[in-house]
């Protein structure tokens, strides 16, 4: 039996060490909600299965492939068993990120956090995900144990959810990065994990009421640091999962606003556009990788594309004809993301050349 297991357990390592060192890119359209769907109708239409086309008014509309779509149709179980063995790796030593990108009304918050009930979304079911597995771990004789940490970046400075807002100080190291003061909890099981969640969402809420500022406009990152080891060989290892939710990717200069909204919203498209950058550079292996330059891509660095790690961007799209526009540029920091690796030449190639092939049918 046990060797059954660990045959299986082989293969499942297998599958997981193939998805090692790569940032992969996805999109979820959300449905128009009611009172949507009277007033608007879909700008975005899927021509292929793992493509979609943005149309913007009368234009032509731009047509481009992902390496996974998940249409409106998608439920909240549905996404989850694509991103399953991202996560899975974890439990086998990768630092993953799993990163929810797009604009204020997108679906981030409900592909990541969610409803109740079927409504989940990634994050609760990641736990019991990670709970279960590592059970069936644990039958081989390994030990694991998980802890939480949850951040918020709000105008380029970090604070613990968990520990009243507390400030938090980032300390870069080669390949690490030390977060001074962020308190984390032991966690060993789902309801464990749920009492957190309500005390981060507490926390963000009073924080966004006192300050009058949205909860979009800061960045959330769900930390998981899971550490795994077998008494018999003495091996172990320690990795980390983040699951984020980025604030909104609205362009300020576009929003009308002014002062320190527009202030707050400049340092979001700032570390936006950071990311994208870091990721990249990581893609093209050219060296220098600007981690250093925003709180987020500091928080992010050890599972952006780094040896051991890997990461998936699931870039959220709300379908209104009226977003069409900013739908678009959701569009192409996607692209920008996968667009200067060295094996993406050929890549990137394919992903114009669909585009005009296929804008041409
Ligand atoms: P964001 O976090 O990007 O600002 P939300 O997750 O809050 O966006 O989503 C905006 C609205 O759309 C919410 O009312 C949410 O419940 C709804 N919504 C988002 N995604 C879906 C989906 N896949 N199915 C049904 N409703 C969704
Ligand atoms: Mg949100």
């Given at each position: 039996?046990?060797?059954?297991?660990?045959?299986?357990?082989?293969?499942?390592?297998?599958?997981?060490?193939?998805?090692?060192?790569?940032?992969?890119?996805?999109?979820?359209?959300?449905?128009?909600?009611?009172?949507?769907?009277?007033?608007?109708?879909?700008?975005?239409?899927?021509?292929?299965?793992?493509?979609?086309?943005?149309?913007?008014?009368?234009?032509?509309?731009?047509?481009?492939?992902?390496?996974?779509?998940?249409?409106?149709?998608?439920?909240?179980?549905?996404?989850?068993?694509?991103?399953?063995?991202?996560?899975?790796s974890s439990l086998h030593g990768y630092n993953v990120g799993l990163i929810a990108?797009?604009?204020?009304?997108?679906?981030?918050?409900?592909?990541?956090?969610?409803?109740?009930?079927?409504?989940?979304?990634?994050?609760?079911?990641?736990?019991?995900?990670?709970?279960?597995?590592?059970?069936?771990?644990?039958?081989?004789?390994?030990?694991?144990?998980?802890?939480?940490?949850?951040?918020?970046?709000?105008?380029?400075?970090?604070?613990?959810?968990?520990?009243?807002?507390?400030?938090?100080?980032?300390?870069?190291?080669?390949?690490?990065?030390?977060?001074?003061?962020?308190?984390?909890?032991?966690?060993?099981?789902?309801s464990d994990v749920a009492r957190l969640l309500r005390v981060a969402d507490g926390g963000r809420k009073t924080a966004a009421t006192k300050c009058n500022e949205s909860l979009s406009r800061s960045h959330a990152v769900y930390m998981w640091k899971i550490t795994a080891h077998q008494p018999?060989?003495?091996i172990s290892t320690s990795c980390q999962l983040k699951l984020v939710d980025l604030a909104g990717s609205e362009r300020a200069k576009e929003s009308g606003v002014s002062g320190d909204q527009f202030k707050e919203m400049t340092n979001i498209n700032q570390s936006l556009s950071i990311l994208q950058m870091c990721i990249s550079q990581q893609r093209s292996q050219k060296g220098h990788v600007s981690y250093r330059d925003s709180k987020l891509t500091q928080v992010l660095m050890d599972c952006l594309g780094r040896g051991n790690s890997k990461t998936m961007v699931v870039v959220n799209l709300n379908p209104c004809n009226e977003q069409a526009t900013e739908s678009k540029r959701s569009i192409e920091f996607a692209s920008k993301m996968r667009s200067t690796n060295i094996g993406s030449a050929v890549q990137q190639r394919t992903l114009l050349g669909d585009v005009s092939q296929m804008s041409m049918n």
């Open positions: 039996l046990l060797n059954e297991k660990e045959a299986e357990l082989r293969k499942l390592h297998n599958d997981v060490v193939d998805l090692r060192g790569q940032i992969r890119v996805a999109v979820r359209v959300r449905p128009l909600i009611k009172s949507e769907a009277d007033a608007s109708s879909s700008a975005i239409e899927y021509p292929a299965i793992d493509t979609i086309r943005i149309n913007e008014g009368s234009k032509p509309g731009i047509v481009v492939k992902f390496e996974k779509v998940f249409t409106p149709v998608f439920s909240q179980k549905e996404v989850f068993a694509n991103v399953e063995e991202f996560i899975r990108y797009g604009q204020t009304g997108s679906g981030k918050t409900h592909t990541m956090r969610g409803g109740n009930g079927e409504e989940e979304g990634i994050i609760p079911r990641a736990a019991a995900f990670l709970f279960a597995e590592s059970r069936k771990l644990e039958s081989l004789g390994w030990k694991f144990d998980f802890s939480l940490s949850f951040l918020e970046v709000y105008n380029n400075v970090a604070y613990d959810l968990l520990s009243d807002r507390a400030v938090v100080q980032l300390r870069l190291n080669d390949q690490t990065v030390s977060m001074i003061g962020l308190s984390e909890h032991t966690i060993s099981n789902v018999s060989t003495g």
